[in-house]
């Protein structure tokens, strides 16, 4: 089965790309810098750096270490290079090997033993599901607001419904990953996407569909007392 996790990853990096692209030309425009179209540009930016920071930490829980690491290192890289000091150079370098270390500790840890499958309450849902033991099933995500998303088997087919989306919740790079995985904004503003129940692999797509919902339309900005699985 193709790896949409790697998917998305490269759609990610390649707006990533093209963001970064558009904020150097706002900025070195010969009419003079566009400060405000370079600040909406660096909003998206962010946003599409949080999710590849997301995508990768599913893999590789240390990926937040690992960068960190790298950046320490780059730095006292650049010091090494500009200093004059035989003491300093060895002070940096003792503190570089310490760093290459510590990557390369990490590096020996096989990433895949480090994601963690969701046993609790969604994680039955969809298996049921899948499994043809229930027929739908809703995730609140807000009680109150009205904002959920309702997933029903019916034959071979996984529907996925979700409320009524909000125009600010949903950018234009957001839409179209979603797009690109099989979602439909509905003229009634919901999100529809249908999949496949053929094999054992369609839980891995439908865990996959939900995580992509929950990060790029939800986000976890909804009070945890507001969300629970309704079956």
């Known amino acids: 089965m193709e790896d949409k996790s790697a998917f998305v990853l490269s759609l990610c990096e390649e707006e990533k790309a093209r963001l970064e692209a558009l904020i150097k030309l706002c900025l070195e425009g010969l009419e003079g810098p566009d400060y405000l179209s370079a600040h909406n540009y660096q909003n998206a930016l962010n946003r599409v750096n949080s999710t590849i920071r997301t995508l990768n930490r599913f893999e590789d829980k240390y990926y937040?270490?690992?960068?960190?690491?790298?950046?320490?290192m780059a730095i006292y890289e650049k010091d090494i290079a500009?200093?004059?000091?035989?003491?300093?150079?060895?002070?940096?370098?003792?503190?570089?090997?310490?760093?290459?270390?510590?990557?390369?500790?990490?590096?020996?840890?096989?990433?895949?033993?480090?994601?963690?499958?969701?046993?609790?309450?969604?994680?039955?849902?969809?298996?049921?599901?899948?499994?043809?033991?229930?027929?739908?099933?809703?995730?609140?995500?807000?009680?109150?607001?009205?904002?959920?998303?309702?997933?029903?088997?019916?034959?071979?087919?996984?529907?996925?419904?979700?409320?009524?989306?909000?125009?600010?919740?949903?950018y234009s790079l957001q839409l179209g990953l979603l797009q690109k995985l099989g979602f439909e904004l509905t003229k009634r503003n919901k999100l529809v996407c249908l999949l496949k129940n053929v094999d054992e692999s369609s839980l891995d797509k439908l865990r996959f569909l939900l995580t992509r919902l929950v990060f790029d339309v939800y986000y976890f900005r909804h009070p945890a007392r507001e969300n629970f699985i309704e079956i």
């Open 64 to 72: 937040d270490d690992r960068q960190r690491y790298q950046k320490l």
């Open 82 to 170: 500009s200093t004059d000091s035989e003491n300093m150079k060895k002070y940096i370098s003792g503190v570089l090997q310490v760093y290459k270390e510590k990557i390369e500790r990490l590096n020996e840890i096989d990433p895949s033993a480090n994601s963690q499958t969701n046993t609790g309450i969604l994680e039955k849902a969809m298996l049921d599901l899948v499994s043809k033991k229930i027929k739908k099933f809703k995730i609140i995500f807000n009680k109150s607001e009205g904002v959920f998303l309702e997933i029903s088997a019916k034959g071979r087919d996984i529907k996925l419904v979700s409320s009524f989306i909000k125009k600010d919740d949903l």
